[in-house]
């Protein structure tokens, strides 16, 4: 039972990490085709020098010449940086230099960053995934399994649902060569009994390194459904 949920909040937690790799690709491959085509674009255009005429809320008026006639033009543009009488450098189509735009390309940069960040993100969410399980894999299968005293049953804050947070066991191990371990399991959906303080918890370890460890709760979880997040 105990490990058909944690398999379940698993594969939960490894989807979380694939939608964010695929929405950072998306991301990525939308602003990085978006840049390079409006710079392929703009190898096609014809561009002036136009001095800033107005600044409006939302727009930019301006005055160029183009194939010797003067223009004004309002741009879909606006910047708190910008003036009247500032230069600017303006776009157009040759044979239409009233169409002119200022070939902004900082929108598709920042949709880059943005998918970049959320493929890194989601790529990290993945692998830590793989690398928990392989952690649990390995010490169920090659490590010690020892006993340690519930000492202590903690709220795990980071976790909320319904004005309710996960809770964790906190065991101490006192080893044959006489020092004290402390160990903590991962947080769960589930009000651990008061009662529980003092029995004690299987944990599996790894020889001789008491820092990489598993606390294994399901010796008490039998039958109930639980919802388990992955913590180091």
């Not at 058909?4 to 790799?21: K, P, T």
């Not at 995934?129 to 202590?152: D, P, S, T």
């Not at 649902?161 to 006192?174: E, F, G, K, M, V």
């Not at 060569?177 to 009994?193: A, L, N, Q």
Request: glycine share 8%; with cysteine; aromatic share 14%.
């Amino acid at each position: 039972m105990f490990s058909m949920f944690r398999s379940e909040a698993d594969r939960l937690y490894q989807n979380a990490g694939i939608i964010l790799v695929i929405v950072g690709v998306i991301f990525s491959l939308a602003g990085g085709l978006g840049f390079f085509g409006q710079m392929r674009m703009k190898r096609s255009m014809r561009s002036a020098q136009a001095t800033i005429t107005a600044v409006y809320s939302d727009k930019t008026e301006v005055q160029y010449f183009a194939d010797g006639q003067a223009y004004t033009v309002q741009l879909n543009y606006c910047s708190d940086l910008k003036r009247p009488g500032d230069i600017m450098t303006i776009y157009y189509q040759p044979g239409h230099p009233e169409e002119a735009n200022i070939g902004e390309s900082g929108i598709f940069v920042i949709f880059f960053i943005i998918g970049m960040v959320v493929l890194i993100a989601g790529s990290a969410s993945v692998q830590r995934y793989k690398k928990i399980n392989r952690k649990r894999r390995y010490l169920l299968a090659h490590g010690q399994k020892i006993f340690a005293k519930i000492i202590r049953i903690e709220s795990d804050y980071r976790y909320e649902r319904t004005h309710s947070y996960a809770r964790r066991l906190i065991c101490q191990y006192n080893s044959p060569d006489g020092d004290i371990h402390i160990f903590k399991s991962d947080p769960v959906w589930m009000d651990f009994p008061d009662g529980m303080i003092g029995d004690e918890a299987p944990i599996y370890v790894e020889r001789g390194n008491y820092d990489n460890y598993f606390v294994d709760v399901s010796f008490m979880m039998s039958g109930v459904e639980i919802h388990i997040h992955n913590a180091k």
